[in-house]
């Protein structure tokens, strides 16, 4: 069992940066799971945007990011991290990190998902 807890999003202008953090607990993240990033704009459905493997030894991202965004993962900390670069407007969406036993770019793949936070890039 895994809780995640997400922090760092925000309002931010075009070409901005921010860091999205997520926490897990109740088991030792890295050592069991991988970890998703996924994003939701209104009208839209929950969308693929990154996912790191536990070792930190395999990143995957989506094209709309790539070059932009990075995933990290912090062992020590059980923490992973996504530090978002050059945001566009048509990044801003509720960001959720997920955890799970597979390296995926699926919604469905994951057991566990943090609560989400927001991520505002104005024009």
């Known amino acids: 069992q895994v809780q995640l807890v997400e922090s760092g999003g925000g309002v931010v202008q075009a070409g901005g940066s921010l860091r999205l953090s997520c926490a897990a607990s109740?088991?030792?993240?890295?050592?069991?799971?991988?970890m998703g990033w996924f994003r939701q704009a209104p009208g839209k459905e929950r969308e693929f945007v990154a996912a790191?493997?536990?070792?930190?030894?395999?990143?995957n991202y989506a094209d709309s990011v790539k070059g932009r965004f990075t995933a990290t993962i912090d062992s020590a900390a059980d923490t992973g991290y996504l530090q978002m670069n050059s945001l566009k407007p048509e990044d801003t969406a509720v960001y959720f990190c997920a955890a799970g036993t597979r390296f995926s770019i699926l919604v469905g793949a994951y057991d566990y998902w943090g609560q989400g936070t927001q991520v505002t890039v104005s024009s």
């Open positions: 109740g088991r030792a993240f890295t050592f069991t799971y991988h």
């Open positions: 790191i493997t536990w070792t930190g030894g395999g990143t």
